[in-house]
């Protein structure tokens, strides 16, 4: 549609263009662009190969501190609901979870 108009039917078209009217998600009213070079671009960064990882420091106390932001970020993942306050009326208190802990 973006590249020409007249490839989509009559009420396609229609809706289309009511849509350029709509602003964007930001806020601003730019409108839509053709996104095959986009497409474009991740076939490019696909056919690059993988990406590349970050290799573990020779810190053994930087290697530490990483696991155990792991684990915590797994721990709310987890057990976070038990901890979260769920009780308007403050009837019950909140239990203790050491795993939650930093």
């Known amino acids: 549609y973006l590249n020409n108009p007249g490839s989509v039917p009559d009420n ?23 996104h095959a070079s986009v497409i474009a671009s991740f076939a490019e960064r696909a056919k690059a190969g993988p990406i590349r990882t970050v290799t ?14 792991t684990q915590l970020i ?18 019950q208190e909140r239990p203790s979870i050491p795993e939650l802990e930093p």
């Open 12 to 34: 396609w078209r229609a809706y289309f263009d009511a849509m350029q009217h709509v602003p964007a998600v930001d806020g601003s009213n730019k409108p839509d662009v053709a």
């Open 56 to 69: 573990a420091s020779a810190d053994a106390e930087m290697g530490r501190k990483r696991v155990a932001v």
């Open 74 to 91: 797994a721990a709310y993942r987890y057990l976070g609901s038990r901890w979260a306050n769920l009780d308007p009326l403050q009837r």
